[in-house]
């Protein structure tokens, strides 16, 4: 059974910690995303990763750092958490044929207060 | 810049309808377009492909039509049943790294 883990369900953090949220893939996928989702607003792409050290910023990536190091794993950073970076997170996964299903993680409510 | 839009934000339908869900794009021609379910509090799962050079694709009480000229793709839920409910995400994109979403329509089935 295919799985992209998400560390965390649900995180609480104050504003301005440094906050990672961490995402692990066991389907040996190239390409790796992170989104947010508020009310509204729908999925936003912040970074993604078509390989292992390779990063692209997505729509949204001001405020955010990633970093892939290795395959199975894509980590999103906050380097000074923000209230409004209050959000659903969820990480991605795909190969790289690229017209081929994603596969999300359970997602990761953050909170920052 | 790309664009997506699904019709709407919210639709309710009688249970046994048939729903009828809408993407469009704008400023960009896909290769292809993926439609996803999400549950609340979930991740989105996926559902369907469909390719450019495909007019239609069914899966069960599930079909997609994909109209390049139009620049939309319709969604069917064909006798709709309450467990249809959820929210649903159309993704057109094209081949390569970046991979991007419609807001959703969230669907409301009524017993």
């Known amino acids: 059974d295919v799985k992209v883990t998400q560390s965390s369900r649900y995180l609480v953090k104050r504003t301005g910690e440094k906050v990672f949220l961490e995402c692990v893939q066991d389907?040996?996928?190239?390409?790796m995303f992170w989104y947010r989702q508020d009310p509204g607003l729908g999925l936003r792409l912040i970074y993604f990763?078509?390989?292992?050290?390779?990063?692209e910023k997505g729509d949204i990536p001001e405020g955010y750092s990633v970093s892939r190091e290795k395959k199975e794993r894509f980590s999103l950073i906050l380097e000074s958490a923000s209230t409004n970076q209050t959000s659903m997170y969820l990480c991605?996964?795909?190969?790289?044929?690229?017209?081929?299903?994603?596969?999300f993680g359970q997602g990761t409510r953050l909170t920052v207060v | 810049s790309q664009k997506i839009e699904q019709n709407s934000e919210a639709l309710n339908i009688q249970e046994g309808k048939t729903a009828t869900l809408t993407c469009n794009y704008t400023?960009?021609?896909?290769?292809?377009l993926q439609w996803y379910r999400q549950d609340p509090g979930r991740g989105p799962v996926f559902l369907l492909l469909?390719?450019?050079?495909?007019k239609e694709k069914r899966k069960e009480r599930l079909k997609v039509t994909f109209d390049t000229t139009l620049k939309q793709s319709l969604f069917h839920i064909t006798a709709s049943q309450p467990a249809d409910s959820a929210t649903y995400l159309c993704?057109?994109?094209?081949?390569?790294?970046?991979?991007?979403f419609g807001p959703g329509t969230r669907l409301s089935v009524l017993p």
């Open positions: 991605a996964s795909r190969n790289r044929a690229g017209n081929t299903e994603a596969f």
């Open positions: 389907m040996d996928h190239e390409n």
């Open positions: 990763s078509y390989d292992v050290k390779m990063k």
């Open positions: 400023n960009y021609s896909p290769a292809y």
């Open positions: 469909i390719r450019e050079n495909e």
């Open positions: 993704a057109p994109n094209n081949y390569g790294q970046n991979f991007v």
